[in-house]
């Protein structure tokens, strides 16, 4: 998404749908994932949790790209909100990988 900001008409909706597109697809398996990484007795909380965060994000999200619009252009508010992505994803990148040798071992190596 920093690209939204260089491009022309018709690449920025190509972009938008796309992005779209891969939103729609990645919702509902962050949902069973968020479910599954969860205790049984714990999982409406989890998906909860979730859920207000996601909302949380999209509020201070559109706040932040109004005010930094209306300061710096529309631009600014683009790259700001594809930085702030690229951040937060090499930032999970460790915890991730934790998360994911955890559950290898309470496997037991079974496939």
Do not use: H, W
């Amino acid at each position: 998404m920093c690209l939204v900001g260089f491009v022309g008409k018709t690449t920025l909706i190509a972009l938008m749908l796309g992005c779209g597109v891969f939103a729609a697809m990645m919702f509902p398996s962050s949902i069973a994932l968020a479910g599954d990484l969860s205790p049984r007795n714990k999982r409406g909380t989890a998906i909860g949790g979730f859920n207000v965060f996601g909302s949380l994000g999209f509020v201070a999200g559109f706040s932040a790209a109004g005010i930094l619009s209306d300061m710096y252009g529309y631009c600014s508010s683009f790259i700001l909100g594809g930085f702030s992505e690229i951040l937060v994803a090499l930032v999970a990148i460790p915890f991730l990988v934790k998360l994911g040798k955890g559950i290898g071992n309470s496997q037991g190596g079974k496939g």
